[in-house]
């Protein structure tokens, strides 16, 4: 067996006859926090739930610090969750919502105050002991959510898209303060969301699903700059991407010849690396969009429309305007697969 802290070998899940999940295989090592992204329906709470204990898999095994897990009833396994509903007690206070699961464990009460008051300060929420859910902010009753999940001390602490009831810049201040409590206390976590920015801050990898299968495991900073198939680009960004045919860009609209073009099964640029104004290229404005910063064109060309982003101080493009554009090979994303 492998040193892997957590580890999901060949696991298939469904719902009935329904294959979700296929054959998936992942290790995380102890303290790591390894985001799934991927697409509505890509497979990432039934991976979750399976992991969690909240359904049996159709095949496959899961192990957690060297125990293996797959038949564990799910309270047994060691395993927090905090989920997008973060349904407190509302009649319970913070400090009697978070010493919850200390109860039920039959903890002495001593150590459960010394434990709650340890987690809601953690959390910022020192102060807030004796308040109901009710009197809280949104991303108040969120930390006191994870100060409930990391009370207990799990070995593994499931995220399922713990933040998308929060505002914009509440989820910036959680995202931090979650960055900051898996480090300090060196939890071992998996992180599922839609959302890539909050992926690449938080991960330590990042593993992009489809359709119920991984796509690519990797650093965030590999994902972004070197995804490895078009789905993979896109889903990240690069809103320009080409199959290589016979030394040609190329898409179902048509085909942009290269004068030199590696071995690989496709190139992406993301809108900021095209180049307008000079090139072999050429094409014609079909849409312009200012962004504050960056005025972003729609280009019409051989291979259909292509996004190029450039700064707002740039020289600006009519609509209808013809200009030559590049699309360099060297600032491009090389990718291996389909
Ligand atoms: N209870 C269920 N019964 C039958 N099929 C289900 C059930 N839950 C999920 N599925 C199917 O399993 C697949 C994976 O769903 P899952 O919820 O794991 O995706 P997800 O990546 O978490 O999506 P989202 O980002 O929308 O939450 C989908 O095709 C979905 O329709």
């Keep these: 067996m492998s040193d892997a ?24 090592r102890r303290g790591e926090l390894v985001a799934l992204l991927g697409p509505s329906g890509c497979g990432k709470t039934t991976t979750m ?5 909240l359904m049996k898999p159709m095949s496959g095994r899961i192990t957690l610090d060297g125990r293996d897990i797959t038949r564990v009833a799910p309270n047994k396994r060691g395993i927090g969750l905090v989920f997008q509903s973060y349904a407190l007690f509302p009649h319970l206070t913070v400090f009697e919502n978070v010493a919850f699961g200390l109860r039920l464990q039959g903890v002495a009460k001593d150590e459960i105050t010394r434990r709650v008051n340890a987690a809601l300060a953690s959390v910022g929420l020192g102060s807030f002991a004796d308040r109901q859910p009710k009197a809280l902010s949104g991303g108040q009753q969120q930390r006191v959510a994870l100060a409930r999940s990391i009370v207990v001390e799990p070995k593994l602490l499931l995220l399922d898209e713990p933040l998308s009831n929060l505002d914009a810049r509440l989820r910036l201040e959680m995202r931090s303060e979650l960055a900051r409590l898996q480090k300090e206390l060196g939890i071992t976590m998996i992180y599922v969301t839609h959302d890539q920015s909050e992926a690449l801050a938080l991960a330590d990898r990042i593993v992009v699903m489809r359709q119920g299968r991984i796509e690519q ?9 070197r995804p490895v198939s078009g789905f993979v680009a896109e889903f990240i960004g690069f809103e320009n991407t080409f199959a290589l045919k016979d030394g040609a860009l190329t898409t179902a609209k048509g085909r942009l010849p290269l004068d030199t073009a590696p071995k690989a099964h496709g ?4 809108p900021r690396a095209v180049l307008l104004g000079q ?13 504050g910063e960056t005025v972003e064109y ?10 190029a982003e450039t700064p707002a101080n740039a020289p600006r493009h009519a609509m209808g305007e013809s200009l030559r554009f590049d699309l360099p090979v060297e600032t491009a994303a090389v990718l291996s697969r389909a």
Aim: net charge negative; glycine share 10%.
């Design 49 to 53: 739930r399976a992991i969690a204990g």
């Design 298 to 307: 729609l280009i019409d060309s051989a291979a259909g429309p292509i996004k």
């Design 5 to 28: 802290f957590l580890s999901l070998q060949d696991l298939t899940l469904g719902y009935g006859d329904s294959v979700a999940v296929e054959a998936l295989n992942l290790e995380l």
């Design 217 to 225: 495991i990797d650093t965030p900073a590999n994902i972004y700059e």
């Design 267 to 270: 190139l992406a640029w993301r």
């Design 279 to 291: 090139g072999a290229h050429e094409g014609r404005v079909i849409g312009a969009s200012y962004l």
